[in-house]
């Protein structure tokens, strides 16, 4: 199925045919962290919602982060997991759109759900005395609508752009309908579709970014201006689980987007996918919930009334 993208029915993806042999051993690992994956950022939004010492815009953020964990992941391995069983597999050419839309979608708006979980804290540290009113519940929700129209905005373009441009290709070498496997099979010169992809990147990654590295720069100076110790220790610990998500996503997804075409390479591009799509999303449930006392005692309590229950 060659030629022009009116003229393909469907992609094939071709997913870890370099290493079959592998394939029953990656399929329980994936299968696996896919569950936990499910099971733990669950365990946390019913946390939240369960518990009412918990309803401050910082877990309401945090639930939302869940949400979207759980979605972004749900987009990917279902692909990896069929890929796995059956190997080479087919995907037509709407599906493989709605696929990058609704990756592109929820990824997204998890860069801009971070850079406005940097904001709450900096509000939150910074100007304590003026937190409740500038943080309030109508703000909240302003700044996750934002978030879903970022997303929205960014992946309806891309992929309306990417996907009217001509194909002379369909094996796309990768698990999913990722965007730099996709411009491999893109007639002629690519150039201009490199650098749409870019320009995305930096609006999708380097802005919220740099408003979360302002964010942490105004907060780190006020922590260091603490006359005490426990202050100070008390103020970095309401944010240092943030932070250690921002460097997770943010280190992953930039080494593969904001790197020169010529670094690139199937089997990197493959690793770095699982990274920020697979483990990502099960690391930041056990972040925040190993390193907040909040969240540990209301986990701890839930834990008890289960038991009760079934004693």
């Known amino acids: 199925i060659l030629g022009n993208l009116s003229e393909v029915s469907e992609f094939?993806?071709?997913?870890?045919?370099?290493?079959?042999?592998l394939h029953p051993l990656l399929f329980a690992v994936?299968?696996?962290?896919?569950?936990?994956?499910?099971?733990?950022?669950?365990?946390?939004?019913?946390?939240?919602?369960?518990?009412?010492?918990?309803?401050?815009p910082m877990y309401f953020f945090l639930t939302q982060l869940s949400c979207l964990d759980?979605?972004?992941?749900?987009?990917?391995?279902?692909?990896?997991?069929?890929?796995?069983?059956?190997g080479t597999i087919g995907i037509s050419k709407a599906r493989c759109a709605m696929q990058m839309f609704f990756f592109l979608f929820f990824g997204v708006a998890e860069c801009?759900?971070?850079?406005?979980?940097?904001?709450d804290r900096y509000v939150a540290i910074c100007c304590p005395l003026h937190y409740t009113l500038v943080m309030n519940s109508r703000v909240c929700k302003s700044l996750v609508a934002g978030?879903?129209?970022?997303?929205?905005?960014?992946?309806?373009?891309?992929?309306?752009?990417?996907?009217?441009?001509p194909f002379c290709g369909f094996a796309i070498n990768h698990f999913f309908c990722e965007?730099?496997?996709?411009?491999?099979?893109?007639?002629?010169?690519?150039?201009?579709s490199e650098i749409q992809v870019i320009v995305v990147a930096v609006f999708a990654i380097l802005c919220p970014f740099l408003l979360i590295i302002y964010s942490y720069s105004r907060i780190i100076s006020t922590i260091l201006q603490m006359s005490s110790a426990e202050s100070q220790q008390k103020a970095f610990s309401t944010c240092s689980s943030h932070l250690l998500v921002v460097i997770l996503f943010y280190g992953t997804a930039s080494s593969m987007y904001l790197r020169p075409k010529y670094t690139y390479s199937a089997s990197v591009d493959k690793f770095l996918s699982l990274s920020y799509s697979v483990v990502t999303p099960l690391l930041n449930p056990i972040i925040y919930s190993l390193r907040n006392e909040e969240v540990k005692r209301a986990l701890k309590k839930k834990l008890r009334n289960i038991i009760l229950l079934w004693k």
């Open 179 to 192: 965007i730099q496997p996709l411009l491999d099979l893109l007639c002629g010169n690519t150039f201009p």
């Open 70 to 86: 759980m979605c972004y992941l749900s987009v990917i391995i279902p692909n990896i997991l069929e890929n796995l069983m059956v």
């Open 147 to 165: 978030t879903y129209a970022c997303g929205t905005t960014v992946g309806l373009g891309h992929t309306i752009i990417t996907f009217r441009l």
């Open 12 to 21: 094939r993806l071709l997913g870890f045919s370099e290493i079959s042999h």
């Open 112 to 119: 801009f759900l971070l850079a406005a979980m940097s904001v």
């Open 30 to 56: 994936l299968l696996s962290l896919y569950i936990l994956t499910l099971m733990a950022n669950t365990v946390i939004a019913l946390i939240i919602n369960g518990d009412n010492t918990l309803h401050s």
